[in-house]
């Protein structure tokens, strides 16, 4: 650098070698003495002298100018210096250890080298809160007492806590950002082994959808779908706030958030809050923010940040925070960047010996056994293969398209229907992405409820992403958002303290579900609305709080009028009526393993083979429900009839055109497939391409599994928000069918499983669409628009029950995800 800062040096004002300066370098120095009679007069003419005056101060300059530039290169140079040094010192005994372990020389941890002391000066935009406890930190925890490694080699679960301030357990909630359940089938982490062993873990936890940073973390503290609390993705285009799509990393416009977080919860009944980094803490949320909110600094190493959340736990308890949510942003960038395994392996080598950190600080102050902590993962993490442009597939200048697995667009200015925006992307079949309107979403993934999510919504199968153009494509190398039944989605859940059940593992759960622990753990009401289901985890809990189950009285069969007769709709013979009417005569059947209740009017109507639930008034929502059974007979009756017994009348459809008539019943076959009041109107391909896709796999499962239970209905939710409209219409907006099953074998009057536990369900909920526009295989189709009982519950306005099971099986099955078809 300082040879080319001089060949910048123009030639005239490059120095010149004189015969005055050729002396001075032979060694003669002129005498500095004064002349006697006054000084004397240069032998120089006046212009050679300006001349050597100039080039002396362009040298001057020059020299000065390089100096300069020297001392900023040294400078940006030592302060790469310190930073690696501050790594290497931290890395340093961990590194002597592995060597010596190499040479099978044994070292001891309270011998290992301790670094310097190390001191973080404020950061812009610190609050003082947070310089002041920097300052506080202990040097010597960088490596530790060795305490920590003790207490992980004798795998010793703590005791009962002895503080007294210290009778109402604090909450610590840590997340680690884009830790992948599959990590831990690859890689054993002790710090979480050990929070399993002397705690609770879950299988596995599902995200919601799209399982992205900003929406997962919200929907873990508000309990409520992405669709529900408005984050729907970590950039959002909402035109009520903002004319342009906002990044929720930068974001300071209120309006975003919605719902009703913990900490707010925690704060209007008394208790102290405080935040670190977590998304969505710095925004005045239904009236008021933690009391302790730290602006995010991604550099602050994670053992400061640890040490924060313990000086906070030894405050005094009345300046004590009750509730402290926490953000780690690792093994995310490690995941997005990784080049291969290895990144991932040594992120998760160095986030393990962080947690033993933390443990083992807890434990050395004293207060492991005070607090209940919870470590959880908002997704997993997807390596990519595949790089979609919206510019490219959708040359539409008027759209607004979001970045992302999941590629959401806005019509925004654009001219075109929704159809047409759709159109380049349809018929995939599910290689490379799926492509869906808010009406034609799967309504398992909540993601219809608010305009935010898009008028289209562009799903990318795992390793796919999409963005606006090439310009914006950040090349990653993993990522995630995809849908939440893909494994390498899935999360993680880890718990241990007081109110902790020892020794758990869960089955697996969506993270909506968390909410309502954290209410359990601080002590508060279960009165918050949100989506979770109370009760839930209440395997996790030490002492569950009693819980009074719903109670709904069950459907009653309607009101009789007359003997069952078999009344004639259409294309009936005599012979026809008289032996269905011979059928009709039977007693109304038993309720053993299913118990069907309803806040609205519904009644029951007895078919013998069939029972039929039906609303009241016109329009009103009908349902089937029919035993399966392998080798049943089939009736090639093309009758069409009611049941007199309850004044019922035959449906006059008037048919609209593209709509067809389709009965509710799964075996089209049977003698009673065509009872009139059962019979819907429907859109041709829905007929083709969902409603008899459906029954083929039903009864496949009839002939495979000896006997299921179907369960068929109507839906009407013409608002998206999964709940029953109070004013159904015409057609439907949804189907769904309910099945039932034992895994092991049926009791012997076949109404209910010999053992209780071996009781399975599968649900679907499928939108009235025209026809199946991705071309998927019937079994990713149905796989598709697979749903949860709960769901169903909810669409339909019924309530299961199952009164031969325990309540928290039956919420287990009425929580069910299936991530499989049978």
């Not at 210096?81 to 890395?91: L, V």
């Not at 003790?150 to 795998?155: D, G, M, N, P, Y």
């Not at 459809?653 to 593209?658: A, K, L, N, R, T």
């Not at 002939?703 to 159904?728: C, H, K, L, W």
């Amino acid at each position: 650098m300082r040879n080319a800062s001089f060949d910048q040096i123009p030639d005239e004002q490059t120095p010149m070698v004189t015969e005055e300066t050729t002396t001075k370098n032979n060694g003669a120095i002129p005498s500095m003495e004064p002349a006697k009679a006054g000084y004397q007069k240069s032998a120089l003419p006046s212009d050679r002298r300006f001349s050597h005056l100039l080039v002396l101060l362009m040298m001057v300059f020059v020299m000065s100018l390089l100096c300069v530039i020297l001392g900023v290169v040294m400078a940006v140079k030592l302060v790469q210096m310190d930073q690696q040094i501050d790594e290497a010192q931290i890395q340093l005994p961990r590194t002597i250890k592995k060597t010596l372990n190499d040479l099978q020389i044994p070292i001891r941890s309270d011998h290992l080298i301790k670094p310097p002391e190390l001191t973080w000066p404020p950061l812009p935009g610190d609050t003082l809160t947070q310089a002041e406890i920097i300052r506080k930190i202990d040097p010597a925890s960088i490596v530790g007492t060795g305490r920590e490694k003790t207490l992980f080699s004798r795998k010793e679960c703590p005791k009962q806590c002895s503080r007294e301030d210290f009778s109402s357990p604090p909450l610590v909630v840590l997340s680690m950002d884009g830790f992948a359940r599959e990590y831990l089938d690859r890689y054993s982490l002790d710090s979480l082994s050990y929070v399993a062993k002397c705690g609770a873990t879950a299988e596995r936890v599902f995200p919601p959808f799209p399982s992205r940073t900003f929406p997962s973390h919200y929907t873990m503290v508000t309990g409520l779908y992405p669709e529900s609390h408005g984050i729907v993705d970590n950039n959002i285009y909402d035109p009520l706030i903002s004319d342009q799509m906002e990044s929720m990393k930068k974001v300071d416009r209120e309006g975003f958030y919605k719902g009703d977080p913990i900490w707010n919860i925690y704060k209007r009944h008394g208790g102290k809050t405080a935040c670190l980094f977590w998304p969505g803490c710095a925004f005045n949320v239904s009236g008021s923010r933690p009391d302790i909110s730290l602006p995010y600094n991604k550099d602050l190493p994670f053992r400061n940040r640890f040490d924060m959340i313990l000086n906070w736990l030894l405050q005094p308890k009345e300046s004590r925070p009750g509730l402290i949510t926490a953000y780690l942003d690792q093994p995310d960038s490690a995941g997005h960047y990784q080049v291969d395994e290895q990144d991932i392996k040594a992120q998760l080598t160095q986030l393990d010996d962080n947690l033993r950190y933390l443990i083992g600080r807890l434990d050395s102050a004293g207060i492991l056994p005070c607090i209940n902590l919870v470590i959880v993962s908002d997704h997993g993490m997807q390596k990519m293969n595949n790089t979609q442009y919206f510019s490219e597939l959708l040359p539409d200048s008027g759209v607004i398209a979001a970045s992302g697995v999941i590629g959401r667009i806005h019509k925004y200015k654009s001219t075109a229907t929704v159809d047409q925006l759709m159109k380049p992307f349809t018929c995939e079949k599910g290689d490379r992405w799926k492509v869906y309107s808010r009406d034609s979403m799967p309504t398992r993934k909540h993601y219809q409820k608010t305009p935010r999510v898009g008028d289209v919504i562009v799903q990318g199968e795992p390793g796919t992403s999409f963005y606006p153009d090439p310009s914006k494509d950040f090349h990653l190398s993993g990522d995630h958002g995809y849908d939440f039944i893909n494994p390498s989605m899935q999360t993680v859940f880890f718990a241990m303290g007081p109110s902790i059940k020892k020794g758990v593992v869960v089955p697996a759960f969506q993270n909506i579900e968390y909410l309502n622990l954290f209410l359990d753990l601080l002590g508060l009401p279960q009165n918050v609305p949100n989506n979770g289901t109370v009760g839930l985890l209440d395997g996790v809990l030490a002492h569950p709080p009693p819980r009074l189950p719903e109670f709904y009285f069950p459907i009653l069969e309607c009101l009789n009028v007359g003997p069952p007769i078999a009344s004639s709709c259409h294309a009936c013979s005599t012979e026809e009526l008289a032996w269905i009417t011979f059928k009709l005569a039977c007693p109304f059947p038993k309720q053993e393993l299913l118990q069907i209740s309803s806040k609205s009017a519904y009644c029951v109507q007895n078919y013998c083979e069939k029972m039929l639930i039906v609303g009241g008034g016109k329009n009103a929502p009908v349902a089937v429900y029919e035993t399966l059974k392998r080798g049943a007979t089939r009736s090639p009756s093309s009758c069409h009839f009611v049941n007199s017994k309850y004044g019922s009348i035959c449906s006059k459809h008037m048919y609209s055109s593209g709509l067809t008539s389709k009965s509710l019943s799964a075996d089209e076959h049977s003698g009673f497939a065509n009872i009139s009041t059962i019979e819907i109107p429907w859109k041709s391909k829905f007929v083709t391409d969902v409603l008899d896709p459906l029954n083929e796999y039903t009864q496949s499962l009839a002939e495979r599994m000896t006997q299921v239970i179907s369960i068929t209905g109507t839906a009407f939710d013409f608002d998206y928000n999964g709940i029953a409209d109070d004013r159904p219409s015409y057609a439907p907006s949804h189907l769904y069918r309910i099945l039932i099953t034992c895994s092991g074998p049926w009791s012997h009057d076949g109404t209910s499983c010999m053992q209780p536990s071996d009781l399975m369900t599968l649900s679907f909920i499928f939108p009235h669409i025209d026809g199946d526009i991705n071309c998927l295989t019937k079994e990713d189709l149905l796989l598709e628009y697979t749903a949860r009982l709960l769901d169903v519950e909810l669409i339909s306005g019924l309530r299961f029950s199952f009164p031969n099971i325990p309540h928290e099986q039956t919420l287990r099955l009425k929580t069910h995800i299936n991530t499989k078809l049978w």
